[in-house]
């Protein structure tokens, strides 16, 4: 069984700053492109940053400057360090892998599309 877990969000006030970390959990070989999505009351999710597995990055315009996604591959963790936060970036946070190859007994497989449950983070004015 491998579960992506969230962890880190809160209320914070305007201009605080939060750090968002996901943990791959099971008997991981690798893991592909992880990311960070997002999703607003009344909006559909979007992407928020993703990083590579050779730790190319790339963020939403509407946080380059602010936040920044990093990844520790020996741990299998992705975070997110949320800086000058605004409160439109109040949403709930997901983390994704896109591919994680695994071992199910002696044997590598690999799944696809792997998700968090969420975490909220709220920015109050």
């Known amino acids: 069984q491998v579960q992506l877990v969230e962890s880190g969000g809160g209320l914070v006030q305007a201009g605080g700053s939060l750090r968002l970390s996901c943990a791959a959990s099971?008997?991981?070989?690798?893991?592909?492109?992880m990311g960070w999505y997002r999703q607003a009351p009344g909006k559909q999710r979007e992407l928020v940053a993703h990083i590579t597995s050779g730790a190319t990055t790339t963020y939403a315009d509407s946080v380059k400057g602010r936040f920044t996604i990093a990844r520790d591959n020996g741990r299998n963790t992705v975070t997110l360090q949320m800086n000058s936060l605004k409160p439109e970036d109040t949403a709930v946070y997901y983390c994704n892998a896109d591919q994680i190859t695994y071992y199910d007994g002696r044997n590598l497989r690999s799944g696809y599309n792997y998700w968090g449950q969420g975490t909220q983070v709220t920015v109050s004015s």
């Open positions: 099971g008997s991981i070989f690798s893991i592909n492109t």
